[in-house]
Each structure stands twice: as C-alpha cells, then as structure tokens.
C-alpha cells in the first residue's frame, strides 16, 4: 500500500488551479495520527506515506516526528514523502534540517511558469525565487528537490519551459494535468498534455520528465504508476484531515467514493470502488479495441471528469490522442520549436 496523507486544507499559497480547497470541516482541522497508527498496524508493508496539502509545512515539525517513530515501530521499509512549495523551509530552514536529512525522509517541491501559482492573491512564485530555494535546499539538505507542474488552459503555453528547467536544475519535473476538483472548474484535455510529452519525448527531455516516462514505458507495455494505473484503488488509500478515507486523493478532493476506514482496519477485505463502478471503466466502448486504451483510461477520475464534460469533449480528445499515437510511431517528426529558459 502507498497512503496519502493530506494532514490540513490550510495553504500560504494562493495557487488558481488548486484541488484541495474544499476537504475539510474547517482549514485548520488536522489529521489525528492515531488513525496513520491504525492504518500502519493494518498495513506493515506500506512502501509510502505521500504528504500533500494543503501546504504540510504549516503543520509543527513535531507532527512529522510522530510519523517517523510510527514508521519506525510498524513499517521500517516505509518512506515519508513530502510535497511541498518550501516556502516555510525557505524563510526558516533551521526547524526543518534535522526531519529532512532523516533517511526515512524524501522531499518534492513543485513550480509552474506563469501566474498560476501565486505566493499572494497577486504575486507569482517567478523562476529566479523558486531556482534560489531550490540551491537553498539544496546547501542544507544535500540534494535537489525534484519538482510538480501543474498545467492547465492558462499556463500551458510554458508548460515545456518547466522540463528545461528540470534540465538545467539537473532534476525531474513532473508535468501533471489539472483535474476537475477544488477551484480548478475544468479538467485538462488529456490528448493535450499527452502531445506535450510527446514533444518532450523528440525533443530528446524524456530523463527530465517523469509522465513522459510513464507514457513510454505504458507504449512498452510495462509497470507504470498513477496516473497510468487501472488497479490503483487495490494499493492507494488516502486519508483525509477529518479522517475521511478514500482510494484516490483525487476523489477524495471531491469527497467522492469514499471507504469505511473501521471495517477495513479490521478486516481482511480490501474495498475497491473505483474499479467496481462500471461507469469508470473506459470514457467509451470504442476505446476496447484502440491501441491508447491503457493511456486514455488509465486514471479513473480522469475518465470520471472527461465524461462529466460530454461527448463533445470526449470525441474531440480522440481525434487528438490518434494523432499523438500516430507521430509516437513516427521516428522522424517536423513540428519541434526548440525553447530554452532565459
């Protein structure tokens, strides 16, 4: 099991695309750990405690601690992995050096170009403020944080400028389409971002790039991890800062296919929502016999959102994932503008 942990809503950030804005009673209610205990007690072979927000770095480092001691006593394999924007570490480190360097600890960071992600109502975190927090990580903790960028209408005009980024950092950027939840009214169209990394595929970014990553190794036939996993709900659980539990963060944003956490805990079964509703199977019937089948229904809440926009949206995304299969297989593509940052 991998289990995400969302430990508030509050965020200093005021990010427009954000997901999470609606997932607790109040933004400052806090997820009580006794219930990461219980969970930890059922699942002793966790692989990763996945801490989202939210911004974590708003909860006392000392809530973290706690954590650990609970790896360390029920799951000693397991990791805590933090996505954070660092914007506390950055003006504080001094609390956070010691829980950062602890080798049960991983830390991401995340970043997009343009005025999406905004560090007040108006100001947008700029890449020369995010470049200096990353060396400033980087100087304490001994490493260079890897970075989220999540893309949407307004900002997907810079989306590759983030992968060069990635490049010249010497890290991996993940480019992650917007989903329908929180203040984000509208999902991004799957075949957009898949033409993204397609591009970042010929333009030789793919080591920069972990969804292009999972795009190949999906073509190959191979593993692949969320977004590109059918069976996600059998090993991903998410608890939220009321206690709320669910298979996907994502639906759990929208307090959608939810889990009765107690029976769970004390049983052998494991509840798997998502792969029982038949409505999330597949965006269309069509798509059984397409060679896009695992890419375009490889995420439940993504087939859930597109068919929620109407067949429209549906169709006019299969005209452009065809597209994208058709120059995959195209060793020798015209249409690259190379970009570089400033």
């Known amino acids: 099991m991998d289990l995400i942990i969302k430990p508030l809503e509050a965020c200093n950030f005021k990010c427009t695309f954000c997901s999470s804005t609606k997932i607790a009673s109040t933004p400052y209610q806090k997820l009580d750990l006794s219930l990461v205990e219980q969970f930890l007690q059922r699942f002793p072979n966790t692989k990763n405690i ?8 708003l909860m006392s480092p000392d809530y973290y601690w ?3 001691n609970l790896i360390k006593k029920y799951a000693p394999t397991c990791k805590l992995s933090f996505t954070t924007n660092l914007w506390v570490f950055y003006k504080n480190p001094d609390n956070w050096i010691k829980l950062f360097k602890h080798p049960s600890v991983e830390v991401g960071t995340s970043f997009n170009y343009g005025d999406t992600r905004l560090i007040t109502s108006s100001e947008p975190l700029t890449d020369d403020i995010f470049i200096n927090m990353i060396y400033h990580f980087e100087e304490r903790i001994g490493y260079k944080p890897d970075f989220i960028s ?19 950092l ?20 799957l075949a957009k971002i898949y033409e993204m990394y397609l591009r970042i595929y010929h333009m030789g970014l793919t ?79 069509e798509c ?14 993504t087939i859930y959102d597109m068919k929620n926009m109407g067949n429209m949206f549906i169709e006019n995304h299969c005209i452009r994932m065809k597209n994208v299969y058709d120059k995959f297989k195209n060793p020798f593509p015209t249409y690259i503008n190379v970009i570089e940052v400033k």
Request: charged share 20%; net charge negative.
């Open 66 to 68: 706690e954590i650990v």
């Open 288 to 301: 059984l016999s397409c060679p896009m089948f695992n890419i375009c229904n490889g995420c439940k809440k």
């Open 150 to 168: 999540v893309i949407n209408d307004v900002n997907d005009d810079s989306a590759i400028l983030n992968v060069l980024l990635a490049r010249q």
């Open 170 to 189: 010497n890290v991996v950027c993940k480019l992650n389409y917007a989903m329908c939840s929180g203040a984000q009214q509208t999902p991004y169209m």
């Open 50 to 57: 996945i801490v989202n927000g939210g911004e974590p770095l």
């Open 207 to 285: 080591q920069y790039e972990y969804n292009t990553q999972q795009f190949l190794q999906t073509m190959n036939q191979e593993h692949t991890t969320c977004p590109l996993s059918r069976s996600c709900d059998s090993h991903i659980r998410c608890l939220q800062p009321d206690g709320d539990y669910y298979s996907c963060g994502s639906f759990g944003d929208d307090k959608k296919y939810s889990i009765d956490f107690d029976k769970e805990m004390t049983s052998e079964h494991i509840d798997t929502p998502l792969s029982n509703d038949n409505r999330l199977f597949s965006l269309k019937d």
